[in-house]
């Protein structure tokens, strides 16, 4: 079996409209067996149309006669990193000739190749759920300002970054601390693959958990945060650096589903991109140093004989009942904004309940969030899509060294990864967030009865989420079969 990897600067594919803090590279594996083949492409990006995404995987497969079923377009979520419009079109073509220049180099450079991997429990240290059911309120999601005691659980008594409209709920449960402590993907790999000579050609680590770091300043009290704004590739690009500086060879980063999971940064005083950067460094060598220490202590060789194999699954998902069936009439909701603001403010007024308002307030963001987020219609759901509610979908998996990696669409739940794992028991299965484009959140029925983020951000019905994992189950059951 013969791998390489590469990492390509992305500058000059996109329009910069922010100075670099640091390059945003895409990073490149390739994979070969005398039957098989696999290329993953990781980009410090933010997120792209899937459309585009798939576009990309298309273009690649006949550029470099990799088949597109075993080409993975996987996306980072850095904040700090282009999105959406920003990379499609005549962005995505450079892109495309770019990265098809990197991988047919890496496919004559390709060498027998070993592995060896090491699987780290990284318990609630360093990541924590940023959802959380508040009684008598409901579900609310924290993006900045969450504390940790001295046990390092996550808490609040905020309101105020609970993402409330400004609302302050008078209930008892705020008299104590509020601890943000469900569920998180608690398990960390570094996979190391050498040549033949003994030499690193490069390494893959994953964890799960939001790459947000390095734009703390937008939360702060810096009023001309504006100003602030830097092309940054977070913790997670510089984790890669020290896994290259330490190891040698190419250093990639993957990231698991991560849609309520953040990682456990400090907000206190992030008030400049200086300040925010150097957190990113904070929590990466945090986050290196385990995974560092968990190899260098555990590290098992990988079966290079065993079951090697790539396919690529397509759904068909349902839209949410709210969204409108045209393009224009989701961009027509804006007028419904104003008479929803008055809602609320009469809601508070005539002395609702906590919890009556706190609906009112996810209608409110939902009805302001969803022209934003479908604004584009070159690029975005197509007038099909809108028309049918139907919305496609890929999950790409792959088979490696006694290991399963699914690359699912993002933004997914932790949930996908729990469900993920205990379903197919047979086997180590690694759960890859945001692949082959970026759907925005994918809400699980739960997420959509108690609201928050997920719920007003999502454009799936209750039906979507167990729809995929009943068909994606005897797809995955079938592809496991040696």
């Known amino acids: ?10 500058k000059g594919t996109f329009n910069a409209s922010w100075p670099y803090g640091t390059d945003l590279y895409g990073r490149f594996f390739y994979l070969e067996s005398e039957t098989e083949k696999f290329l993953l492409c990781a980009f410090d990006f933010n997120a792209t149309f899937p459309r585009e995404a798939n576009r990309f995987r298309t273009e690649m497969s006949k550029k470099t006669g990799i088949p597109e079923k075993s080409i993975w377009y996987h996306e980072l979520q850095i904040h700090a990193a282009p999105f959406n419009e920003e990379l499609a079109g005549e962005s995505m073509d450079r892109l495309i000739d770019v990265s098809a220049d990197a991988v047919n180099e890496m496919i004559k450079e390709a060498q027998e190749c070993v592995c060896l991997v090491s699987e780290c429990d990284m318990g609630t240290d360093y990541s924590f759920n940023r959802e959380q059911y508040i009684e008598g309120l409901g579900g609310v999601t924290v993006w900045r300002g969450i504390e940790f005691d001295e046990q390092g659980r996550a808490f609040t008594q905020n309101p105020d970054i609970m993402l409330l409209k400004g609302y302050k709920p008078d209930l008892p449960v705020f008299d104590k601390p509020i601890y943000f402590d469900n569920t998180v993907d608690q398990m960390a790999y570094l996979f190391m693959f050498k040549n033949q000579k ?6 893959i680590s994953r964890f799960a958990a939001h790459p947000d770091v390095a734009v703390l300043f937008e939360h702060s009290e810096n009023k001309d945060h504006k100003n602030e704004y830097h092309y940054d590739y977070d913790w997670p690009g510089y984790l890669s650096d020290e896994m290259e500086d330490i190891y040698g060879g ?4 993957i990231n698991g589903p991560c849609a309520d999971l953040a990682a456990k940064k400090d907000c206190v005083d992030k008030c400049t991109y200086e300040a925010s950067a150097k957190e990113c460094q904070r929590l990466a060598k945090l986050i290196g140093n385990k995974l560092r220490e968990s190899f260098d202590n555990n590290a098992k060789p990988i079966d290079m004989t065993s079951v090697f194999k790539t396919e690529t699954f397509e759904f068909s998902l349902p839209m949410k009942e ?6 224009a009439d989701v961009m027509a909701m804006v007028e419904k904004y104003e008479p929803m603001r008055l809602k609320f403010q009469e809601a508070i007024d005539n002395g609702s309940t906590p919890a009556e308002v706190k609906r009112i307030i996810d209608d409110l963001w939902r009805t302001g969030h969803l022209p934003y987020l479908f604004k584009c219609k070159e690029f975005g759901f197509t007038d099909e899509e809108y028309a049918t509610h139907k919305v496609k979908v890929t999950v790409p998996a792959v088979r490696f060294g006694g290991y399963l990696f699914v690359g699912v669409p993002g933004e997914s739940l932790v949930d996908m990864t729990t ?5 197919f028991t047979g086997t180590k299965t690694i759960p890859v967030d945001q692949v082959n484009g970026y759907y925005h959140y994918m809400a699980t029925p739960r997420s959509l009865t108690l609201g928050g983020y997920t719920y007003w951000a999502s454009w799936v019905s209750r039906e979507s989420i167990p729809k995929l994992k009943k068909e994606l189950a005897p797809l995955l059951d079938e592809f496991l079969k040696d």
């Open 1 to 10: 079996m013969k791998c390489s990897f590469k990492k390509v600067s992305t």
């Open 198 to 203: 003994g030499e690193t050609l490069g390494t």
């Open 250 to 253: 190419v250093g990639m980063y």
């Open 322 to 327: 709210d969204i409108p069936y045209t393009h």
């Open 419 to 423: 469900w993920m794992r205990s379903r």
